[in-house]
């Protein structure tokens, strides 16, 4: 029987929620497909600080750099929001995408039909939304230095921080979009400020000059600001969208509504050494819906079905994940978030199950 580790990092939040029900599905898929997963739970951000003071500890590390993949919920909360930035929560997230190597960031995000009404936007102008972002995560102003606020003889105080690529940091984002939208649709559009940002300038020069090898990939390159726009205007233009880290951070967050909830997206962070990889749902921890039952678990269930994909070559279980997903939606089945009006919405608990449900239910009805 194969055999992956997977360190399980819940989190602060719902995060210890909604992982529950995510291995709850990758238990039932494993077992179906032969295959073991040792898992091991480490606390990382809030309850990591709570436990030991930092919000990563070495060994925490060292299980992520160790594992097969790493499998995140959320971190961070108002109970830590008033500490330094160097000790938040979130600090740890930073810390093992740069550790880890995990330049690239695959946000898909599609549209459910059943859930179409529960987008702000019109059916006709989101029906058939597939859009993958690829953000770059290790570079630009979220690592950039110099970085910090200081105080200034006046009294007053000057913020800075700096957005940096250097070209092969570029380049390898660029690779990845490319071959993504090799497997799809084959349409980059990448996202630059080119016109003011002389750092995405360069971003544009070498992502065109990248684009030289992939001639069967349409590339076009859009600022962020029209960019933000044309997603709400008309996002089934897009087919792969490839930008650097704040851009990419904004953009999906908005992309995510055109699916009418942020608790319905995944993500999958890879590295530059393919055997380092993280899977964790784009939203956050949520702490105002936080041990309540309400928080919706899909979008860690299906980064799951994106760990079985990317990182252990389980294309058929990671289909069956997503097709679970489905019927549970097209059965009406809906947490809080996606529930239409006069639809009474389910648990968490309830919503893990019913995908395990439906895991279960295609093992049984498989030839
Ligand atoms: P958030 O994504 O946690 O929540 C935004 C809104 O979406 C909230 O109303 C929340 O209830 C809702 N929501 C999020 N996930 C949901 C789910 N699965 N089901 C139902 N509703 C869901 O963003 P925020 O409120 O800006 O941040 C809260 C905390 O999370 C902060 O401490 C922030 O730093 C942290 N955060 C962590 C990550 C991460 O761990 N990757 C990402 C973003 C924010």
């Known amino acids: 029987m194969k055999r992956f580790n997977v360190a399980v990092l819940p989190g602060d939040g719902i995060g210890p929620e909604i992982m529950a029900e995510a291995i709850k599905v990758l238990q039932v898929v494993g077992k179906r497909f032969g295959v073991d997963f040792k898992l091991t739970h480490a606390l990382v951000g809030g309850a990591s600080i709570d436990a030991s003071g930092i919000p990563l500890t070495d060994e925490t590390l060292r299980l992520a750099l160790d594992a097969d993949a790493v499998m995140l919920a959320a971190v961070g909360g108002p109970k830590w929001e008033s500490l330094d930035y160097s000790l938040r ?89 490319f071959e993504a939208a090799r497997k799809r649709r084959k349409k980059l559009c990448s996202v630059d400020k080119a016109n003011v940002l002389e750092t995405t300038e360069l971003w544009r020069r070498v992502v065109s000059r990248v684009g030289k090898d992939f001639p069967d990939v349409e590339l076009s390159h859009m600022y962020v600001d029209n960019c933000a726009m044309q997603l709400v205007r008309n996002p089934k233009q897009f087919d792969v969208i490839v930008t650097e880290n704040t851009f990419g951070d904004i953009l999906s967050d908005e992309a995510s509504m055109l699916t009418g909830s942020i608790g319905m997206l995944p993500s999958a962070s890879l590295g530059v050494d393919s055997r380092r990889a993280m899977y964790e749902p784009i939203h956050g921890s949520a702490p105002d819906i936080a041990g309540k039952g309400l928080a919706n678990p899909l979008a860690t269930i299906l980064s799951a079905g994106m760990m ?11 289909m069956e994940i997503e097709k679970a997903v489905e019927a549970v939606l097209n059965k009406g089945f809906r947490t809080a978030d996606i529930a239409e009006q006069g639809v009474k919405p389910i648990s968490t608990a309830q919503m893990g199950e019913a995908v395990v449900k439906e895991a279960l239910h295609s093992h049984r009805t498989k030839p």
């Open 308 to 318: 079985l994909n990317y990182s252990f070559d389980m294309q058929d279980a990671a």
């Open 89 to 177: 929560p979130e600090r740890a997230l930073l810390a093992l995408r740069k550790e880890m190597g995990l330049f690239a960031n695959l946000r898909p995000a599609k549209i459910h039909k059943a859930l179409m009404g529960a987008s702000t936007l019109k059916p006709e102008v989101i029906d058939g939304v597939d859009i993958l972002v690829v953000r770059e995560l290790t570079g630009g102003l979220y690592f950039g230095t110099p970085k910090g606020v200081e105080k200034l003889p006046d009294g007053t105080e000057r913020g800075v921080n700096t957005m940096v690529y250097t070209t092969p940091e570029i380049e390898r984002i660029a690779k990845v979009g």
